[in-house]
């Protein structure tokens, strides 16, 4: 039995045409002796009457004991519904199947949970992630596959039309762990040696442009052996792509029509262009973060100046000892309760303030601890900069820049999310608010360390006007990197690329003070390939997961991806990770030494 058409595609203008159909049983109701069978593909639902006949044994045995989720094909004849029983939810709710044979090819047991979109929704998602295959047969689940299909589809689209080659790059490649922890993977043939999973095509695709291929993208697979969350997985796909002979402005307009490209053939949605930009210090002193949500506003403050002799000497030796103090007003929610005030204190002591310092302005007073240590000038320059109005609660924090930053910026989405459950605060599912992050430090001095780290990675381009403060002051050396950011996600970053060798050693020894022979270790083919002539180029990766993420309106990645691991990192389809035999083990020169603290 050959199907004829997919299950959502009937309608009553195929009343009368013979049929044949496969798929799950998604139902099925006995109506006095007769089945209603409600049969899914998945493109959609049809409904198939079977009418069992007492002289027809091979049919009558066929429809008995089906069950639903059980895999069937039937053909028969389109009829009409009459009008009580049009279905209008239904695209095919205006026909049925009168079915003259059917061919059972499996009877399903009893699902472990509803398959289903409400109550699926319900189950406990390790249950889901157990039976993934059962999970993936809901509606909303095949939706999101299906979108995730479009939107590389219109990448794809997009980039062949400005002349990108799709190049895959290897999956096994050597060690560089100057960014994330990697994975390893022994080499049976060189006994002691590992390759390492790629966090990201990044040194590859930059051989590439010394190649000659001028537009390379690819959609990669990466890996990097992280915390897991929300928003990362320890496996995870990006777009890739790099280009040579191309500027930062070119860059953004050809990202911009990417955008542009995948929302109007996924969502139907115009997006304006170009997007906004922002600099990394505009972003952080404005918003805390380097990836602002712009949806809502709820901006930061810096009052530094006008504390730097306050009488409240907490505020004022954090200004003498080059700290800042800034300040956050979140509009009507001086009457927060003491728990959600407590959860709010907790999540600054988090990220390494002592307590958070506040003021609620409620029946015309200000009301705080601390405003008594206030002069009426330091209160006036708070009402003016705020514009405070009854019902309102300031949030103060004093540290250095980048703690004080990340504090207010944390507190800032708190109080957005406090908002939105009071419904004081709405943001439309539909909005998407684009923004490009330029202007990073090139580098950042890590105390620990002692010595200066790449801010993105060590191939990014320092801006030609700072050049020459990489021996004088490199903390102020911008590089010519750039983030995509949408609704406070970070999309994906990319750079212009360092293609001088002499200007890429200098980066590598003399500012991040990477030893010569390891230099030459991890990076000499690359330092040798500039010798031949390298193009100027630059490219960005973008987070695919993520990007179906918010396309699809979730909130976590494993919702789009088909088989995606726990936050502990396992499969709990395939139970994986697992041990492995000692024969493997022996083949690969590997000895297992495994601590108590290890299991």
């Known amino acids: 039995m050959k199907r004829t058409h997919h299950?959502?595609?009937?309608?009553?203008?195929?009343?009368?045409?013979?049929?044949?159909?496969?798929?799950?049983?998604?139902?099925?109701?006995?109506?006095?002796?007769?089945?209603?069978?409600?049969?899914?593909?998945?493109?959609?639902?049809?409904?198939?009457?079977?009418?069992?006949?007492?002289?027809?044994?091979?049919?009558?045995?066929?429809?008995?004991?089906?069950?639903?989720?059980?895999?069937?094909?039937?053909s028969g004849i389109v009829v009409s519904r009459d009008g009580d029983n049009v279905n209008p939810a239904l695209p095919t709710g205006e026909i049925e199947v009168d079915t003259r044979q059917v061919v059972v090819h499996n009877i399903a047991e009893t699902p472990p949970f509803p398959i289903d979109d409400i109550k699926g929704d319900r189950v406990h998602e390790d249950l889901r992630l157990k039976y993934r295959y059962l999970d993936l047969r809901r509606d909303k689940m095949r939706k999101v596959i299906k979108l995730r299909h479009e939107a590389t589809r219109s990448i794809r689209a997009y980039l062949d039309e400005e002349g990108f080659y799709d190049v895959e790059t290897p999956t096994l490649f050597k060690s560089t762990p100057e960014g994330a922890r990697e994975y390893l993977v022994p080499s049976r043939i060189q006994p002691g040696h590992f390759y390492a999973l790629p966090q990201s095509p990044q040194q590859f695709k930059q051989m590439l442009m010394v190649s000659g291929i001028e537009r390379y993208y690819q959609i990669a697979r990466c890996?990097?052996?992280?915390?897991?969350?929300?928003?990362?997985?320890?496996?995870?796909?990006?777009?890739?792509?790099?280009?040579?002979?191309?500027?930062?402005?070119?860059?953004?307009?050809?990202?911009?029509?990417?955008?542009?490209?995948?929302?109007?053939?996924?969502?139907?949605?115009?997006?304006?262009?170009?997007?906004?930009?922002?600099?990394?210090?505009?972003?952080?002193?404005?918003?805390?973060?380097?990836?602002?949500?712009?949806?809502?506003?709820?901006?930061?403050?810096?009052?530094?100046?006008?504390?730097?002799?306050?009488?409240?000497?907490?505020?004022?030796?954090?200004?003498?000892?080059?700290?800042?103090?800034?300040?956050?007003?979140?509009?009507?929610?001086a009457d927060i309760t003491q728990g959600e005030l407590k959860h709010l204190e907790e999540v600054a002591k988090s990220l390494g303030a002592k307590g958070l310092a506040f003021i609620k302005i409620e029946g015309g007073e200000w009301k705080s601890p601390i405003v008594k240590f206030f002069s009426d000038s330091e209160k006036a320059a708070l009402q003016e900069s705020l514009e405070l109005e009854e019902g309102d609660i300031v949030f103060f924090a004093a540290s250095q820049w980048e703690e004080a930053c990340s504090i207010l910026g944390r507190i800032r989405l708190e109080c957005a999310e406090l908002l939105k459950k009071r419904g004081q605060l709405e943001i439309s599912p539909d909005r998407y608010d684009f923004l490009w992050v330029v202007d990073f430090p090139l580098m950042t001095y890590e105390e620990d360390q002692g010595r200066y780290v790449a801010s993105h990675h060590p191939f990014t381009a320092p801006v030609e006007k700072d050049h020459e403060l990489l021996d004088t002051d490199p903390r102020r050396v911008r590089g010519q990197h750039y983030d995509l950011v949408l609704n406070g996600v970070e999309l994906g970053g990319g750079s212009i690329r360092i293609h001088q060798t002499e200007l890429q050693k200098k980066i590598f020894e003399d500012v991040l003070e990477i030893p010569k022979d390891v230099v030459e270790t991890r990076f000499g083919y690359m330092l040798e390939a500039f010798r031949y002539g390298a193009p100027p180029h630059g490219g960005i990766a973008f987070g695919l997961d993520r990007l179906v993420m918010i396309l699809a309106g979730v909130s976590s990645i494993r919702e789009v991806i088909a088989f995606p691991k726990t936050q502990k990192g396992q499969c709990l389809m395939t139970e994986s990770p697992s041990q492995v035999s000692e024969k493997q083990l022996r083949e690969l020169h590997i000895e297992c030494l495994i601590t108590e603290d290890d299991d």
């Open 223 to 333: 890996y990097r052996d992280e915390d897991l969350r929300a928003d990362r997985q320890m496996e995870f796909t990006q777009l890739d792509l790099e280009v040579s002979f191309v500027d930062r402005e070119e860059m953004y307009s050809l990202v911009e029509g990417l955008m542009k490209r995948i929302w109007k053939d996924t969502l139907g949605v115009e997006m304006a262009t170009p997007f906004p930009r922002i600099s990394f210090q505009e972003a952080k002193n404005r918003y805390g973060v380097d990836k602002p949500d712009t949806r809502f506003g709820i901006e930061i403050s810096d009052f530094s100046e006008t504390f730097a002799s306050s009488s409240f000497k907490v505020f004022s030796s954090t200004v003498k000892s080059g700290g800042v103090v800034k300040a956050l007003k979140a509009p009507v929610l």
């Open 7 to 74: 299950c959502g595609q009937l309608r009553s203008s195929d009343v009368g045409t013979e049929v044949s159909l496969a798929g799950w049983i998604d139902s099925i109701r006995d109506h006095g002796g007769i089945l209603f069978i409600d049969l899914r593909d998945r493109e959609g639902l049809t409904q198939v009457k079977a009418n069992p006949h007492s002289d027809d044994a091979v049919f009558n045995q066929a429809v008995h004991g089906l069950k639903d989720e059980s895999v069937i094909s039937i």
